[in-house]
């Protein structure tokens, strides 16, 4: 049987990104905003839509190269961010740094590939392949958040808070906490929503803070879950459109809005759901909430080392903080309903089965806990649609089996992986650059 080498499948991979961003931006354009190859200019010679992504996608570049390179790199990104907006200040631009990094990623990139050679090479192209992909990834989510308004001009929030009376409405008792809590708390959950890449790449160079001394990879680490999820779950928004309680049952629907009651009033139970027709400037990315599934993969990745080992205390702490103030914000804000997080985590968990410890191979556990998450998320999306009233009718027996159910799963994870003793680090446990 014929196996493609490793230069085929980069080739391969390299040819479905570009053939990807391409047809993204012809779409973008067709309709009016901006593309993934646009937003990719503006990083480089006008103003960037995103900070955090550039730096981080630059931070998970450092990891493959050596102390000296690494201060080179980031001074040079300072240097030519400062530069950019300096400009940018004296032509009454924005305050918006990012250009930096992008530039000197590419550039990490150019020299590796024409002028270092061997572990030094590989190690440094891997690692800057890592931040490209961080960067593209959010080109094409964003764009996809466009793209959900045209596909989606309906929504099923009626379906989904139903669903939302069995769980406790959530939303609802999160955001009035918020609420009473004042500005503090909210500054602070807003700033955790916005910056999980920050995150990420903390957790990420922390697994591989080894690599370039070693020239070994983990089999796995957060950035490849990371990229899973944002490639699997933006799928599901074209099939499940929904916006989210601040917009239908808040003021920020405006005409599109059945009333003004989040977070203080809980909406009265309607048994006839159907689908709403829409605004076309909300995206229609709730189901299932995404920023659950990547906290709650950084408060996975943030327990143990790649060898199996305990993670240090500040790591743990760090990673269990992250989950519970997005979990926070999430509902807290209004973006989310308590149905998408369960859908959400499912999610993650599933993903996280099937990319978790490859050495270990696809053995009867593996299978059965990708194959029974994929089939409680399926589940899930299917009740939340067509038993939405049944469980509005059925409350409390209908919030005990979901919530069951997604706790049997949680802990069959937890068994799986954690409860174990922990594999311990060899060769098969790694892949050399």
């Known amino acids: 049987m014929w196996v493609p080498s490793r230069r085929v499948r980069i080739v391969v991979g390299l040819t479905a990104i570009l053939l990807l961003l391409i047809a993204l931006q012809v779409v973008a354009s067709r309709n009016d905003f901006v593309g993934p190859l646009q937003s990719l200019l503006y990083d480089y010679v006008g103003t960037p839509r995103s900070v955090t992504v550039p730096w981080a996608g630059l931070g998970l570049a450092l990891v493959g190269l050596s102390w000296r390179r690494r201060g080179i790199a980031l001074g040079a990104a300072l240097g030519i961010d400062l530069a950019y907006q300096a400009v940018r200040t004296l032509t009454g631009g924005p305050l918006a740094l990012g ?26 192209l891997h690692a800057a392949a890592l931040g490209i992909l961080l960067t593209l990834s959010s080109k094409v989510a964003e764009v996809w958040l466009y793209f959900t308004m045209i596909a989606g001009p309906d929504v099923l929030d009626e379906h989904v808070v139903l669903v939302d009376h069995a769980l406790g409405n959530p939303s609802w008792v999160v955001g009035q906490f918020v609420e009473w809590a004042g500005p503090v708390l909210y500054a602070v959950l807003h700033w955790v929503y916005i910056e999980l890449p920050v995150a990420a790449m903390i957790v990420t160079i922390w697994q591989l803070r080894r690599v370039q001394r070693t020239g070994v990879w983990p089999s796995h680490y957060l950035v490849r879950t990371f990229l899973v999820i944002g490639l699997v779950g933006p799928i599901v928004y074209v099939i499940f459109p929904v916006v989210g309680p601040m917009f239908v049952y808040g003021v920020d629907g405006k005409a599109f809005s059945l009333g003004d009651y989040w977070p203080n009033v809980v909406p009265p139970i309607d048994f006839t759901p159907g689908a709403l027709p829409f605004d076309t400037i909300t995206p229609r990315n709730c189901m299932p909430s995404l920023h659950t599934a990547w906290a709650l993969s950084i408060f996975i990745h943030s327990r143990r080392d790649a060898d199996g080992s305990r993670a240090p205390n500040w790591l743990r702490w760090g990673g269990t903080f992250w989950l519970l103030a997005t979990l926070g914000a999430t509902l807290g804000f209004g973006y989310h309903y308590g149905a998408d997080l369960v859908a959400g985590a499912v999610l993650l968990l599933a993903v996280e089965s099937a ?27 299917i009740a939340y649609r067509y038993l939405s009233v049944p469980i509005a009718e059925n409350p409390v027996s209908a919030g005990i089996v979901i919530l069951g159910v997604f706790g049997a799963y949680v802990w069959a994870f937890y068994r799986a992986w954690f409860a174990e003793t922990p594999v311990p680090a060899a060769a098969p446990a790694a892949v050399r650059a």
């Open 99 to 124: 250009n930096g990094p992008v530039i000197v990623l590419t550039a990490i990139v150019a020299l590796a590939f024409w002028r270092w050679h061997g572990v030094e090479r590989a190690n440094a």
């Open 355 to 381: 990319l978790r410890a490859p050495e270990r191979g696809w053995d009867r556990t593996r299978i059965n806990l990708v194959g029974g998450g994929a089939a409680l998320f399926a589940a899930l999306l």
